[in-house]
Each structure stands twice: as C-alpha cells, then as structure tokens.
C-alpha cells in the first residue's frame, strides 16, 4: 500500500505488483482435464479439419446460442473477414460500421472488398444506435450496418432492427465480446445476419484462439464452411474465394473445457465487476459502465470513463502511473479508427465527424480483470486509484509539468 507520494514506482518506489496485472480473463482449465481430452485426439490420430471435438464444440455453441448454425474459425477476425465473404454482397458495397472498435471490425471490411461508412455511437453505452448510424444512410451504396455489441453490452436492437427493416439493410454484428449476453432475454447470438464472437485467450470463453460465426442462414453457414477450409466436409457451395480458417482439435478442446467452466468464470468476473464498483464507485471523475440490469452477461471487461477536471489526471496519465505498478491497464482502442491509416487518408471525411468517438477515445480504460486478479488485487488497485486522485495536485507537478 502506498502511504506517501515517494512510494510510487513511477516516483522510484517499489512496483505494487511483482509480475504484471493484465486485462484479459487467462481462464486455464485444468491440466488433467486438458490432458484426457488430449490423449482422445493422440489416439484418433485426427488433429484438424473440424474433427469429433470441433463438431461437438459447434454443437455446445449452437444450445448456447440457441442457434442452428455456429461455424467455428481460427479467430474472430478471419470468422469476420470470411462471414462479410460469405454475404450477397458486390465489391464497393459499403457498410455503416462505428469507428469506435477493434481494429479488425473494419479491416475485415477492406479485405472483403466493402468500404466502411464511419459512424459514432452513443456516449452512454459506447455503441451504435439507430439514431447515430441514420445520418449516414442516405450514402450512395450503403447495403449493410455493422453493430459491434462492445464490451458484451448489445447494441440497441430494437431500434436498429427497425431502422434496417425500413431501410432494406441488413444487420450484422461483431458480437467478439458477447458471448452469453442477452437482448430482452434472447442471445445477443439471435439478431442480425450473422454474429462473430471470440475465443482469443483473453476471452472469458476461450479456445487459445478461435472464433465462430453464428447464424440462422443455412446457405451462408454452407459457404462459411467452404470458405473456411479447401478440403470442406459439407455440401459444395460456391464461394468467391477459399481460405484457411479451421479450427483445430486442440483448439476445440480447450474450448470444450472452457465451455463447461463458462458459468463459473462469469461469476467470477461478475464478483470483480462488483469489486471494482464499490471500491471506485464514489471517486470523482470516474464513471462506470454497467451492464443492463435483467440480462444475462459475461462480465469480461471492466470499462471506467475518467474525466480528467474531476479525477485530477486525464486518462493517459493514470495509465502511466498504473503501469509503472505492474498493472496493465488498457487504452481500448485509441486512435478511432476513422483516424487510422489508411482510412483517415482514404476517407478524410470522417476525421472530425465523429466527436463522441473522439471523446471516449480520450478517458476509456479497462482495468485488469480474469482468473489471475484476486479480490485483493481489486482492493489494492482501487486502493491506489483513490491515493492517486486523493493527491492528485500535489503528485501532478511532480510528474507532468
Ligand atoms: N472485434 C472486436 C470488437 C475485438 O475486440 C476483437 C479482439 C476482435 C473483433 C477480433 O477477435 P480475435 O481475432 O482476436 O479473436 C486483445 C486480443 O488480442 C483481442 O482478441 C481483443 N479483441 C482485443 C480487445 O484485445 P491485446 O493486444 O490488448 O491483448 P494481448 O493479446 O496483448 O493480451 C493482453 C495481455 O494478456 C497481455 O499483455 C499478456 C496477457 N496474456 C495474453 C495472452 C494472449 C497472457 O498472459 N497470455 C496469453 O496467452 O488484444
């Protein structure tokens, strides 16, 4: 515990932590679990190409979804380079997608030869709404909008699903952080065209790497699966292109064991969640984003706002400060990606047309959650959140003047 300015590391005191604090879920199932499932792949000799355990991942996935179709890929930026593939869609087609995102949301775009119309998104939830995406509709060539359900929190469906209808647009989503999260009681899997989640190791449900495209479309799952790999098990459809984006044995078994610890862990987050609430909950200048009450949710990221006139540090500064500690906070995602290249050349248009995107840019961080953070852990870092801020005047001409 730091009891004095001088106790900082970013001062030259001790680090708070002796190996870092990521954000991210690292939720490792048990070796002898993972063990037999890997002896049964050794003995069947079969290593890939969507073997037993893969098909019985998809199957888990599809009663998780309550879906009929969940096709499994290497990660969720090939599941998104491949699903945009698998859509009627021509080359230019363009397709409404928030800038604030993951970088792959909109690179799958341009490798699927689509062009990005760049909207914002609302200042509370962090994510497009029917109001934000409608001014840029009237675009010539606009065929798809893109919703990413950001930090598990699903879009505002009801009001996008009647806006698409309207309109005649479809709805896609990259739904990478929502796996297990409703909308009015249905999976965030349920809506759209297709929905990509992640399995990346810092997911709560993980398979190292991996991903899946859920979708009720029987003919868009048979091209996902044609796309995904040359030698296809399923029925020849055409599709523009092959790929490689199979899903291993390994892949699926890890899966299969995270699938079973899925519960467990959202609990686990979810304890955190409430951890970091209270103890941050009254701070000046430190908002948080909650998930709705009634849904269910998998707790992944931890999301506060800090606003810098009432915490006494902008954002990039505390996060100097924390990562001097050894606690790996994240800047998800700076810059927008309306100013990323090549998109802030190729479409100067909008560069300054995106102010909440702009804003968010500048005060949201994610605080380290998952297996590897303890409830003390918690303690301390909301311990040092409120020193920092409790001497914020006095720490700051020491440190950014
Ligand atoms: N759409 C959205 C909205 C997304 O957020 C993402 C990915 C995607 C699509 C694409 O999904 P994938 O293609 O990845 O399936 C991470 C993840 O790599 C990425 O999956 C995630 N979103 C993004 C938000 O965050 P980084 O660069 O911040 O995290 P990374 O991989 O450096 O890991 C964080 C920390 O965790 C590391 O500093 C160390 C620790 N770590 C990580 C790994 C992988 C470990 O201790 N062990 C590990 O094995 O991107």
């Known amino acids: ?46 290593y890939s190409n969507h073997g037993v355990l893969a098909q019985e991942f998809e199957n888990k996935l599809c009663q998780l979804f309550n879906m009929p179709h969940a096709v499994t890929l290497t990660n969720a930026t090939i599941g998104l ?39 914002d998104v609302d200042p509370h939830t ?29 879009c505002d469906l009801q ?61 868009i799952a048979e091209r996902l699966r044609n796309l995904r790999s040359i030698s296809g ?17 390994m892949q699926a078994a890890f899966g299969l064991l995270s699938l079973e610890d899925f519960p467990r862990n959202c609990a686990a987050n979810e304890k955190r969640m409430r951890l970091y609430h209270e103890g941050l909950r009254d701070v000046p200048g430190v908002r948080f984003l909650l998930p709705t009450p009634g849904e269910r949710h998998n707790y992944q990221y931890v999301v506060l706002e800090i606003e810098e006139k009432e915490f006494g540090f902008s954002r990039d500064e505390l996060v100097r400060i924390l990562e001097a500690e050894n606690i790996l906070v994240r800047r998800y995602f700076v810059p927008g990606m309306h100013r990323c290249v090549p998109y802030k050349t190729q479409f100067p248009q ?39 801020h409790a001497h914020a005047r006095e720490l700051k001409k020491r440190l950014f003047v």
């Open 350 to 388: 909008y560069v300054d047309a995106l102010p909440v995107t702009d804003a968010l840019c500048e005060k949201v961080m994610q605080v380290p959650s998952g297996q590897r953070v303890t409830d003390e852990d918690i303690a301390v870092i909301c311990g040092l959140i409120r020193f920092i």
């Open 233 to 249: 098990r399923h029925a020849n459809v055409p599709v523009p292109v092959n790929s490689n984006g199979r899903f291993s044995e």
């Open 81 to 119: 380079c491949l699903a945009l593939k698998a859509l009627d869609l021509a080359p230019g087609d363009k397709v409404v997608v928030p800038a604030f995102t993951f970088a792959a949301t909109v690179q799958a775009l341009t490798w699927a030869g689509l062009e990005p119309v760049f909207c």
């Open 1 to 46: 515990m730091k009891r004095q300015l001088s106790d900082l590391a970013i001062l030259g005191g001790s680090k708070l932590c002796d190996s870092f604090l990521p954000v991210g879920q690292i939720n490792i199932p048990e070796w002898e679990r993972f063990e037999a499932l890997a002896n049964g792949i050794f003995d069947r000799g079969c």
């Open 126 to 154: 962090h994510n497009i709404t029917a109001q934000t995406v409608a001014p840029w509709l009237d675009t010539p060539g606009v065929k798809v909008i893109l919703g990413v359900h950001l930090w598990g929190n699903p």
């Open 159 to 219: 009001g996008l699903e009647t806006l698409a209808h309207e309109r005649g647009l479809s709805l896609f989503f990259d739904a990478a952080h929502a796996v297990g999260c409703t909308y009015g009681g249905k999976n965030a899997a349920e809506f759209g065209v297709c929905a990509v989640f992640s399995f990346h190791a810092t997911k709560v449900l993980s398979s190292t790497e991996g991903g899946c495209v859920a979708t009720n479309d029987g003919e």
